[in-house]
């Protein structure tokens, strides 16, 4: 059973930093891409990051520069280091299997940014 745990997020304010850690269960987790996405209140949800196996990344242009993806196959785990928080990063966080949609959604972890 294919499942994400998400974490770290919280309360920052404008210009912190927080990061989000990804515990995948489920599946042979260093064989696949890994992505992070983030919803905000009213908005449609939309992917930020991707890493590859061989560990390639790619990022929207709204946190390029900003945010680092990573990955650790040993932990089964992807991070999200995010620097220099905006207000307009606030929004719920999730990691996904990148190209598996029939995969579950995880409960996703809620950032903030605001003074």
């Known amino acids: 059973q294919v499942q994400f745990l998400e974490s770290g997020g919280g309360l920052v304010q404008p210009g912190g930093s927080l990061k989000l850690s990804c515990q995948a269960s489920g599946y042979a987790f260093s064989n696949y891409a890994m992505s992070w996405h983030r919803q905000a209140p009213g908005k449609e949800r939309e992917s930020v990051a991707f890493i590859d196996p061989s560990a390639a990344t790619n990022y929207a242009h709204s946190v390029q520069g900003r945010f680092t993806i990573s990955r650790d196959n040993a932990r089964n785990t992807v991070y999200l280091q995010m620097n220099n928080l905006r207000p307009e990063d606030t929004a719920v966080y999730y990691c996904?299997?990148?190209?598996?949609?029939?995969?579950?959604w995880g409960q996703g972890t809620q950032v903030t940014v605001s003074s």
């Open positions: 996904r299997r990148s190209h598996w949609p029939g995969d579950p």
